[in-house]
């Protein structure tokens, strides 16, 4: 409960304390002055305004790079860059010579652009919850499988398992990268 913009009435016998922004409804009432209400009105560190607003844009932006990993399986724009990960061609900014390239590009910069933000939203949601917190830990489990996942992609792109690769290891890898890409958005929903 925040308590930063409170309202303390004090009458003889009584403290009674107030939250914003119903004034006239007290959330805590006492007989005799306590230390209890001045340390509630600490101990609980109001969230930055800044982490709904991120972790939503995180969702829309895992859901819009699964969609890009969608484009790229159906297009066949896996090799859209070459066998070279996380570089594109051999190159940091590419050529983009034909759509496969453009798209693969794509996906790597929204997954990249992912990456930054779900950093962002770790250090606030650090910052301002306690270790115990499952918004932590579903931050923290977040970021682990989106780095499983780009390990998954990388590895088809560099071993060659993309287009009308019919390996036994690409049918191992594409399922596995599926399930951690359910996995992800369920971590960040």
């Not at 962002?120 to 579903?138: E, G, I, N, P, Q």
């Not at 071993?159 to 191992?172: K, M, N, P, T, Y």
């Amino acid at each position: 409960m925040r308590f930063h913009r409170s309202i303390v009435s004090w009458t003889p016998g009584a403290v009674t304390l107030y939250a914003d922004p119903c004034p006239s409804i007290p959330v805590v009432s006492h007989r005799s002055i306590s230390v209890t209400i001045w340390s509630m009105a600490t101990r609980d560190t109001p969230p930055d305004s800044r982490i709904p607003i991120l972790a939503w844009s995180m969702l829309w932006l895992t859901v819009a790079v699964v969609v890009g990993g969608a484009l790229v399986r159906a297009t066949d724009s896996g090799a859209g860059c070459g066998e070279s990960w996380p570089i594109c061609g051999g190159q940091i900014i590419p050529e983009i010579g034909n759509y496969h390239t453009a798209i693969e590009v794509s996906h790597r910069l929204m997954t990249g652009l992912l990456g930054f933000v779900l950093i962002a939203v770790f250090v606030l949601v650090r910052r301002h919850y306690d270790k115990s917190h499952r918004l932590r830990r579903a931050v923290f489990v977040a970021g682990i499988l989106l780095i499983i996942e780009s390990l998954l992609g990388a590895s088809l792109v560099l071993f060659g398992w993309v287009e009308f690769d019919a390996s036994i290891a690409r049918l191992i890898v594409v399922p596995i990268h599926l399930v951690n890409t359910f996995l992800l958005v369920a971590a960040m929903a």
